[in-house]
């Protein structure tokens, strides 16, 4: 489990009101006491949306664009602190035709400045992970024009992953760490060999480099991880979203195609998550002691299995 945790301020909205009869429905069958407070949804099936119409693929996309914004406001009408969408790979941009990619990067420049005033009328926040550097500066640019005009909202956090690559990203995580001790020996005139021995070299780096030091320089230091990660399309994989953050995470795979996801699909998502016993590692709420008496004891056990 991450232990940094977000020091923004999170504001409930109690909007539950504006849900549709049958987002209502679902929602009212939920317990409260177990929302989740961090989902992840992999968009995927928007070429398979757009085959089976026979319309070509970037009408897939174009629809699967629509529905973002369908399910960030429900999001935030239900008080989804935070709600990340896998929205261009490292990959994609390394192996779609480059039509394709210029496509998307144009639907999500149309995507922000059509929807930032919806954004600002539902206090969601945007942001971005992912090596967002990379991509064309006119999308950059539009990008952080949409985070500025929404910065200052204070209800659900819309993370975009851009360019994002989960293995990259803990790459870039090492790579500041170890800039990070090559700064710090430079400030103090030393060699980074000097300095960690000076502290027992060993002990030294075991301070300086562990899980809590690496969680908080990835892209998303300042964020819980995931609860629930959601899959559309039927696809049983992972793709590289996100991996050291789900450690943990629920995953919802749904045949639906994403152009086809609503509001009402997220709901019943978080319904199959709440029938989970999460566990962390740990035997979960409906074990007991009498589990832990099943376990032979030192006696019972063969001695092979001892510790020796
Ligand atoms: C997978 O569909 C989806 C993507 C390439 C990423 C998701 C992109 C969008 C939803 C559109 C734009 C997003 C924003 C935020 C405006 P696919 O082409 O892999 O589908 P397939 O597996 O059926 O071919």
Redesign the pocket.
């Known amino acids: 489990m991450r232990e940094t945790y977000p020091s923004r301020v999170y504001h409930r909205s109690n909007r539950v009101h504006e849900l549709t009869p049958e987002e209502r429905t679902v929602h009212d069958g939920l317990d409260p006491a177990r929302m989740p407070h961090h989902i992840a949804i992999i968009?995927?099936?928007?070429?398979?949306w757009a085959g089976k119409r026979s319309l070509k693929?970037f009408l897939?996309?174009q629809q699967?664009?629509e529905c973002?914004q369908y399910v960030v406001e429900t999001a935030s009408r239900i008080d989804l602190p935070w709600l990340t969408?896998y929205?261009?790979s490292l990959e994609?941009n390394l192996r779609r035709p480059r039509n394709e990619v210029n496509f998307?990067m144009k639907?999500?420049r149309t995507?922000l400045v059509s929807n930032v005033k919806r954004m600002n009328d539902n206090n969601i926040r945007v942001a971005y992970i992912g090596r967002t550097h990379e991509l064309p500066a006119e999308v950059q640019d539009t990008m952080q024009w949409a985070a500025e005009q929404t910065a200052r909202n204070t209800g659900t956090t819309l993370t975009?992953a851009l360019n994002y690559g989960a293995r990259s990203e803990i790459v870039d995580a090492a790579r500041t760490l170890v800039h990070n001790l090559m700064a710090e020996a430079h400030q103090r005139g030393i060699s980074v060999e000097d300095m960690l021995a000076a502290e027992g070299a060993d002990d030294a780096i075991k301070n300086r480099i562990d899980e809590p030091q690496l969680s908080a320089h990835l892209y998303t230091a300042q964020m819980p991880d995931p609860d629930l990660v959601i899959r559309t399309?039927g696809e049983q994989r992972i793709s590289n979203f996100l991996l050291w953050q789900i450690a943990y995470a629920e995953i919802f795979v749904t045949d639906r195609l994403?152009p086809d996801f609503r509001g009402i699909h997220l709901l019943e998502a978080i319904a199959d998550y709440q029938q989970r016993e999460r566990r962390f590692g740990g035997l979960g709420e409906s074990s007991d002691e009498a589990l832990s008496e099943t376990l032979p004891s030192a006696s019972e056990t063969p001695a092979e299995l001892l510790p020796r």
């Open positions: 968009m995927d099936g928007n070429g398979r693929r897939g996309h699967g664009a973002v969408l929205a261009f994609n998307l639907l999500l995507y975009l399309s994403w």
